[in-house]
């Protein structure tokens, strides 16, 4: 029985198929892809990685719905790693190796300011949001009052559709 040729479909303003070749995406080189990009938040590294072509890529994103959400997925996994580790260093600085005397070195930390201004920069909002929240008391009282005026505007509303006599 003679062996049959993997067809694919082109995208493109006429769709049509084609036998597959070594070039060709599968569920290996995307899963390679998606991966490596997560880890390296790098499209060059990326592809590399999967063995295929960066213009590839990129016209795999803009054709296929599902592997465009993949990526995003991908970049924001990896845009959290990155703000993990740049936490990591705001707060726990960085060894820097510091010569003291001819031959001799020492460690020392080093912590970035820039990079903790921009951290408490990105960070501004929502610590501000945090810092508004209300006392319990006070959150009741304001129920309680919401539902006294929700009250008297279902009367209102009640009294104005009530049949005159």
Sequence with gaps: ???????????????HL???????????????????????????RACAAAGVGVTSVYRRKKENAGFRAAWL???????QQLELVLLERAFNGTEK???????????????SNTLG?????????????????????????????LIRKLERMKERDANKHAPES
């Excluded at 510091?98 to 080093?110: F, H, L, N, P, W």
Aim: glycine share 4%; charged share 35%.
């Design 1 to 15: 029985m003679p062996r049959q040729k993997k067809m694919v479909l082109i995208g493109g303003r006429k769709p």
């Design 18 to 44: 084609r036998k597959a070749t070594r070039k060709n995406w599968s569920k290996a080189k995307e899963q390679t892809f998606l991966s490596t990009l997560a880890e390296t938040c790098n499209v060059t």
């Design 73 to 79: 997925t991908a970049i924001s996994i990896a845009y």
């Design 97 to 111: 190796l510091v010569r003291v005397r001819a031959g001799d070195a020492t460690t020392m930390r080093e912590y």
């Design 117 to 145: 201004v921009s951290l408490l920069k990105m960070h501004r909002d929502t610590a501000a949001d945090a810092e508004f929240e209300l006392p319990p008391d006070e959150i009741e009282e304001i129920r309680e009052r």
